[in-house]
C-alpha cells in the first residue's frame, strides 16, 4: 500500500502536475486483551475483531502474568502520559493497578496476553476497531462497544469500567509501552499455570493446540473463531505464542506419523491396489501379494505424505535442505495455544472433531474449517504424555515478542510521534 501525493504546482521547467508515490512507514502496535475478557472467555472474539477487521499482519502473542512491578510502572506510565487528559489517564491507571496486579488476597497472578500487529498506520488502524473508553460510539462495530462496559452513576460518577483490552492511542506510546512489557517479558511471561483463575488440583491435564498455517495465509477471523469454539471447553489459555515452525521442528514434531502412514498403507491401498490391479490384468489378483505389494509401497507413501506436511507446516521439503539449514528455515506461520484444565486432551479433541473433516461432526472447528487430513486447522495433542513432547519442541513458552519489539522500538529509538487518538 502507497500513500498518493499529488504535487501542488507545476515543475520549474514547465509540464503538468505528477503523481509522486511515498510509500508509507511500517508501525508496530499492540493489544492487551484484560483479564476479565479472558476469563470470560471472549479472546478469540477479540483476535478475531482484529485479523478480521484490519489487513494488518498479525506477528505476536505471549501470554503475561504480570507481577506488582510490572503493572505499577505501566499504571505509572499510562497516569503520565497525556496531562490533557488526566481524568481519563487516572482512570485507566487505577485500572491497571486494580486488574493486572496479583490477587491481594492469594498472591496469584492474572492473565493478560498480548497480541502484536504490525503493517502501515498500525496504531490507528487498531485504535478504529478498539473504540474509545466511554462506548461514544455505542454501535457494536468496536471490540469495547461490545465487550466492554463504561457506566455512569445519577452524577455522572463512573460507577462501573472494563475497557475489555488497552492499547497505544500515538506510535510513542507504544513504543514505551512495549519497551516497558519487553523488559518483563522473561520474569512474567509465558507459561502462566498459576493464575487466579486456572484450576490446580488431579484431573487437570495440559493440552497443545496448533492453529496451521492454512488460517494466516491472508488476514480473516477464522483464528480467532476457532479459539471462540474451543472456549466451550471451559479450559484456561495458559500461554500463545504466534511462530514460524522450521523444518527441523516439524520433522521431530510430525516423526511419529510416518511410522503410522506406513503401517495404515496396508488398510488404506489394499481396496484401491486390487481393484486397480484386477482391471489391468483382467483376473482377480489374489490378496496375499496384493497385501505384501502394500507392505512394500507403504514407507515410500508414508515418506512422500511426510514430505508433503511438513512442506504444508514450514513451506519447505525437507529433502531438498540440509541439515544445517533445516534448524532456520520457516515460512509459514501458527499459533501454539496451551490449554489447562480437567480432562483437557479429550475436551479439545472433541471439539475440533476428527482428523477427516468430511467425517468429522457438525459445528466442530475441523467439520467448519478444515479441507482434508492434512489441511484441517487445527492439531491437538492426543494425550497428556504426547503434549509433554509436543510442548517440547513447540516451546510456547519461549518469548518471540521482544525481537520484533527491538526491531521497532530497541535502543531508545524507531518510534516516530504518531497521530493521537482521543481515548
Known amino acids: 500500500m502507497f500513500l498518493y501525493i499529488l504535487a501542488s504546482r507545476r515543475p520549474a521547467w514547465g509540464g503538468t502536475n505528477r503523481m509522486v508515490i511515498f510509500p508509507m512507514a511500517q508501525e508496530l502496535a499492540f493489544v492487551f486483551i484484560n483479564p476479565y475478557t479472558i476469563a470470560k472467555s471472549r479472546t478469540g472474539g477479540v483476535i478475531a475483531r482484529y485479523c478480521g477487521r484490519t489487513d494488518l499482519h498479525f506477528v505476536g502473542a505471549r501470554m503475561f502474568g504480570p507481577s506488582h512491578g510490572l503493572a505499577e510502572e505501566y499504571a505509572d506510565q499510562i497516569r503520565r502520559s497525556d496531562p490533557k487528559n488526566q481524568a481519563t489517564r487516572d482512570l485507566l491507571a487505577d485500572y491497571v493497578l486494580r486488574n493486572y496486579s496479583p490477587d491481594s488476597t ?125 472456549s466451550t471447553s471451559n479450559l484456561r489459555i495458559v500461554a500463545a505464542r504466534k511462530f514460524s515452525m522450521t523444518v527441523a521442528q516439524a520433522e521431530e514434531f510430525y516423526g511419529p506419523v510416518r511410522d503410522a502412514l506406513a503401517e495404515k498403507f496396508e488398510g488404506i491401498g489394499f481396496r484401491r491396489a486390487s481393484d486397480a490391479l484386477t482391471r489391468e490384468f483382467a483376473f482377480q489378483i489374489p490378496e496375499g501379494p496384493v497385501r505384501e505389494l502394500c507392505r512394500g509401497i507403504g514407507p515410500a507413501f508414508a515418506e512422500t505424505q511426510f514430505e508433503s506436511i511438513v512442506e504444508f507446516m514450514t513451506g519447505f521439503r525437507p529433502s531438498q535442505h540440509s541439515a544445517g539449514e533445516k534448524a532456520t528455515l520457516s515460512r509459514e506461520e501458527c499459533l501454539a495455544l496451551v490449554y489447562e484444565g480437567e480432562n483437557a486432551v479429550s475436551k479439545i479433541r472433541d471439539i475440533l472433531g476428527t482428523t477427516d473433516p468430511t467425517k468429522a461432526r457438525p459445528g466442530s472447528v475441523r467439520r467448519e474449517y478444515g479441507r482434508d487430513i492434512m489441511v484441517n486447522a487445527a492439531h491437538a495433542s492426543d494425550s497428556p504424555e504426547n503434549a509433554v513432547r509436543e510442548l517440547g519442541i513447540v516451546r510456547p513458552q519461549d518469548d518471540s515478542v521482544s525481537g520484533t519489539i527491538a526491531k521497532y522500538y530497541g535502543n531508545g529509538g524507531g518510534a516516530s510521534q504518531g497521530k493521537e487518538m482521543a481515548g
Open 106 to 230: 492469594t498472591g496469584r497472578r492474572r492473565r493478560v496476553m498480548l497480541l502484536l500487529f504490525e503493517g502501515e498506520q498500525a496504531v490507528e488502524k487498531i485504535w478504529r476497531v478498539t473504540g474509545s473508553i466511554t462506548l461514544r460510539w455505542g454501535s457494536g462495530e468496536t471490540v469495547r462497544d461490545t465487550y466492554g462496559d463504561y457506566v455512569l452513576d445519577d452524577h455522572g460518577d463512573v460507577r462501573y469500567f472494563e475497557p475489555a483490552v488497552l492499547v497505544g492511542t500515538c506510535v510513542e506510546r507504544c513504543g514505551e509501552a512495549l519497551k516497558l512489557w519487553a523488559r518483563y517479558s522473561a520474569d512474567d511471561g509465558g507459561m502462566i499455570s498459576t493464575a487466579a483463575d486456572v484450576p490446580v488440583g488431579a484431573g487437570v491435564e495440559r493440552t497443545l493446540v496448533l492453529l496451521k498455517p492454512d488460517n494466516f495465509r491472508i488476514p480473516s477471523q477464522r483464528a480467532g473463531h476457532i479459539v471462540d469454539t474451543l
